[in-house]
């Protein structure tokens, strides 16, 4: 079993920036594909961030060039750098863990961008 805690959420101005951190517990989650996900209200949950076992990043169009995704193995932990923050990224935030058939999520972090 894996448990992830969301953290670093918050209410920002168009513009402005947030960290997400992501810890893990239970195992050491070197080897899964990490994900940050999101879910506006009215919306289904979408990928906007991933990162692999193998440092690979792949990120989703609306969120380019201003998110970035990154892992601490030696602290189990994920971040996600979130840069030029638009109204239109508020949601809640998750964090999953997935490795061959097993996924874990956090409990989710609400970020909102308002002025």
């Known amino acids: 079993q894996v448990q992830l805690v969301e953290s670093g959420g918050g209410l920002v101005q168009p513009g402005g920036s947030l960290r997400l951190s992501c810890a893990a517990s239970?195992?050491?989650?070197?080897?899964?594909?990490m994900g940050w996900y999101r879910q506006a209200p009215g919306k289904e949950r979408e990928l906007v961030a991933l990162?692999?076992?193998?440092?690979?990043?792949n990120y989703a169009d609306s969120v380019k060039g201003r998110f970035t995704i990154s892992r601490d193995n030696a602290k189990n932990t994920v971040h996600l750098e979130m840069n030029s923050l638009k109204p239109e990224d508020t949601a809640v935030y998750y964090c999953?863990?997935?490795?061959?058939?097993?996924?874990?999520w956090g409990q989710g972090t609400q970020v909102t961008v308002s002025s």
């Open positions: 239970g195992r050491n989650v070197r080897i899964y594909d």
């Open positions: 999953n863990a997935a490795l061959l058939r097993y996924t874990y």
């Open positions: 990162i692999t076992s193998g440092d690979s990043t």
